[in-house]
């Protein structure tokens, strides 16, 4: 069974256009997570979810939205994509800060492509 | 501010012993972590250190000196497969920030 599951694997889209991007983690972790990977493989932590709340938010535009409907799902919608958007984004979770370990489980990627 | 150093590019050849350094300059530090992530694919967790010492899991092995503010990850023995980028992430202040470096593309020559 995969542990933390993305879909879709590729998303190539038109400027001003509207996507969502869906996750799914079955480990029963309490900590979610959004990544963005550009070019330059930075990996750069978008957003994170404990408990279906936010704790940590970076400095992202504001037409980036995560949506947690339940602890197991952590979904990313992304209004009016402009070319800079392309890049894989990863989903991933974390026992953190339970189980005295630090470890990211992350999902496959999707790779976006802003035409 | 919160910074993490790796280098940008280690080349090594196959069988070799290669050490991938991580220095941090942080406030509130509890613990660094390493990952693997092949061309194409998801990063993948390797290990974790929150206290000074020495962790070995196989050929790989990370260790940390929280008075230096340095990790390293060791690969030994290595082989193709090991062909890479590395990653080193650190859990810091009072929000439990995670920051990632910006990555070690490992290179192994036969």
């Known amino acids: 069974d995969t542990a933390v599951s993305q879909t879709p694997k590729y998303l190539v889209t038109q400027m001003g256009n509207d996507k969502s991007i869906k996750c799914e983690q079955n480990l029963g972790h309490d900590t979610m997570y959004w990544y963005k990977q550009d070019s330059k493989k930075f990996l750069k932590i978008m957003f994170s979810y404990n408990n279906k709340e936010l704790i940590i938010n970076e400095t992202v535009p504001n037409r980036f939205s995560p949506k947690s409907p339940d602890k197991a799902h952590l979904n990313l919608h992304i209004n009016s994509l402009e070319l800079g958007d392309s890049a894989v984004y990863f989903c991933?979770?974390?026992?953190?800060?339970?189980?005295?370990?630090?470890?990211?489980?992350f999902g496959p990627g999707t790779r976006l492509t802003v035409l | 501010g919160q910074s993490l150093e790796q280098p940008s590019e280690v080349t090594a050849v196959e069988g070799a012993i290669v050490q991938i350094n991580c220095t941090y300059q942080t406030s509130g530090f509890y613990g660094l972590s390493w990952y693997q992530q092949h061309d194409g694919g998801a990063p993948t967790f390797l290990s974790y250190n929150a206290l000074d010492g020495l962790e070995e899991t196989g050929r790989f092995s990370s260790f940390l000196s929280r008075s230096d503010s340095y990790g390293y990850l060791l690969l030994q023995e290595l082989q193709m497969k090991d062909s890479a980028s590395y990653f080193c992430?650190?859990?810091?202040?009072?929000?439990?920030?995670?920051?990632w470096g910006a990555g070690t593309k490992l290179i192994i020559k036969p």
């Open positions: 991933a979770s974390s026992p953190w800060p339970e189980e005295g370990t630090d470890t990211q489980y």
């Open positions: 992430a650190v859990r810091v202040g009072s929000n439990y920030q995670l920051i």
